[in-house]
């Protein structure tokens, strides 16, 4: 049970592209989704909090008009990196959480390589 | 913030010997402190985790202790085998919160 899906797994672009991730939670519903950026060798950073039918909480330093997230349904948000760079060059992850105070279930990420 | 410190960065064992990954953190009113395993390029797999309200909870080979006066936690893999190779994080939330703040993260390898 609990299992997260994350479309694509890898995505090659130019700069300047927007690519859209989504995250599913396949058999259970979750109220809250969360996005990560994981840099090679490196720790999991939150970009933000989505709650269903909310606009999403992003953290510190992120630009919400660069990173935009929509939260749609109890069983995807979508990510979108707009006007993509190199620098945006990372592992993108999706968690999933059924409830407050239950744990996160990631996805299995996102390789976001742009040229 | 709530911050998270994990040590050590790496890890290197004998196979059947035990590892141990230790974690502190800054804020007080967390109350939840989960230990994901990472293996290259996949998504980090939740392996344990513990509550406040408990200090010690063991799942087969894997055990947390938590002290929360010292507010550290730490992760114990005894009988390690070579299948335990990987980046381990140790994280923290606060139930209302929900956001988890992860450790940088250690590399354990597991010599056959």
């Known amino acids: 049970g609990a299992v997260v899906s994350q479309h694509p797994s890898w995505v090659i672009c130019k700069s300047g592209t927007s690519v859209k991730i989504e995250c599913r939670s396949l058999?259970?519903?979750?109220?809250?989704m969360f996005w990560y950026r994981q840099f090679p060798k490196q720790s999991l950073m939150l970009m933000a909090t989505?709650?269903?039918?909310?606009?999403?909480?992003?953290e510190q330093g992120v630009e919400k008009d660069k990173f935009l997230i929509n939260h749609a349904s109890l069983t995807l948000s979508t990510l979108t990196v707009t006007s993509a760079h190199p620098e945006d060059s990372s592992f993108y992850i999706c968690?999933?959480?059924?409830?407050?105070?239950?744990?996160?279930?990631f996805g299995d990420g996102t390789r976001l390589s742009i040229l | 913030g709530e911050n998270v410190e994990q040590h050590p960065s790496t890890l290197s064992v004998q196979e059947g010997d035990s590892a141990v990954i230790k974690c502190t953190y800054s804020d007080s009113a967390s109350n939840y402190f989960p230990w994901y395993k990472q293996e290259l390029g996949k998504r980090p797999q939740l392996i344990i985790d513990?509550?406040?309200?408990?200090g010690e909870k063991k799942d087969q080979r894997i055990a947390v202790t938590l002290n929360k006066t010292a507010k550290h936690f730490s992760l114990h893999i005894t009988e390690t085998q070579p299948e335990d190779s990987a980046v381990y994080f140790c994280a923290a939330s606060q139930f209302r919160g929900n956001k988890l703040v992860f450790g940088a993260g250690t590399i354990l390898r597991v010599k056959s």
């Open positions: 989505s709650n269903e039918g909310s606009k999403a909480t992003y």
């Open positions: 968690s999933a959480q059924m409830g407050a105070g239950q744990p996160q279930h």
């Open positions: 513990i509550r406040s309200n408990v």
């Open positions: 058999d259970f519903q979750a109220t809250t």
